[in-house]
């Protein structure tokens, strides 16, 4: 089981550094366990968002059935995304409901080819992203049901912000892999076509440009609309959800600074203005510890 959950443990430390140490600094110790145990999505995600769409339907159903057995059979599987992804459900009785509702909605990812409209989007966001989101949010929400409601809405706000900025960040390489997050109705608004970001893409910086601004104008008012998530958590839980809010802000802010650039090169954060995030709210959370 330690070995399991230590395997999870890297992955989450490879593909998402700056939360990974975010957990480790601004969460209960109690906490690390379940969390990295959700690399579990991360595993999901990676089976089903490349290659054509029947076979990533087959790997999903394929995927589906060995969760679901791994959640309700008497017998622990072998391979560490679901031996710890039991483990974590066992110990958080609500955790495989969570499970359930992400596997519920990942068809819409297996299947997903990019977006016609933001209506499209808004949809894509509620039926997967959040999903995704909610067996590591659940952790940390509130037990009031008044509460659990409004967390849940910030929660929806996050994952819009926070899912809009990847999809700008990643243009470059869904571009290559013939889908991407911004609607196409979007693009031809400002006078591009999906061809056109693959054929040329020097040529449509400019109206690019226009776009990202406009996509990061959008991912800024929800981020901004979440700031008030960690209001209803437990004291010792803020520091973490503010470190996250601010982190996605700050991937929102170099998006923006390369603008239609986007195309042409990776996008990431600032490392030192990242490590300022984390050592102002771990300030915060050492009485906590």
Not at 44 to 73: F, Y
Not at 179 to 194: N, S
Not at 202 to 225: F, I, K, M, S, W
């Amino acid at each position: 089981m330690r070995r399991a959950y230590d395997v999870r443990r890297g992955i989450v430390r490879r593909y998402a550094p700056h939360e990974y140490v975010a957990v480790r600094l601004l969460l209960p110790a109690e906490l690390h366990p379940p969390v990295v145990a959700e690399a579990y999505m991360h595993t999901t995600d990676e089976l089903i968002d490349t290659g054509d769409v029947d076979p990533r339907a087959a790997a999903l159903a394929a995927w589906d059935a060995e969760s679901t057995t791994a959640l309700e059979s008497g017998e622990p599987p072998e391979q560490d995304a679901l031996l710890a992804l039991r483990d974590t459900a066992r110990r958080h009785p609500h955790m495989a409901a969570r499970v359930r509702a992400f596997l519920d909605g990942a068809p819409v990812e297996a299947s997903w080819t990019g977006f016609e409209t933001e209506a499209d989007f808004q949809a894509y966001v509620d039926s997967y992203s959040l999903p995704g989101l909610m067996p590591t949010a659940c952790l940390l929400a509130p037990a009031a049901p008044d509460a659990y409601e409004s967390y849940v809405q910030g929660c929806r706000d996050l994952i819009e912000g926070w899912q809009r900025s990847d999809f700008l960040a990643d243009l470059r390489e869904d571009a290559e892999n013939d889908r991407i997050g911004i609607p196409r109705d979007e693009l031809a608004r400002h006078g591009l076509k999906f061809d056109d970001l693959r054929s040329r893409p020097e040529a449509c910086v400019p109206a690019l440009d226009r776009v990202v601004r406009a996509q990061a104008d959008l991912a800024g008012t929800t981020l901004a609309g979440c700031r008030g998530l960690p209001a209803p958590v437990a004291a010792e839980h803020r520091p973490f959800l503010d470190a996250l809010i601010a982190v996605q802000e700050l991937r929102l802010g170099a998006v923006r600074r390369a603008g239609g650039r986007v195309l042409l090169h990776d996008t990431g954060s600032s490392a030192f203005a990242t490590l300022r995030v984390l050592v102002r709210q771990y300030r915060r959370a050492r009485p906590y510890a």
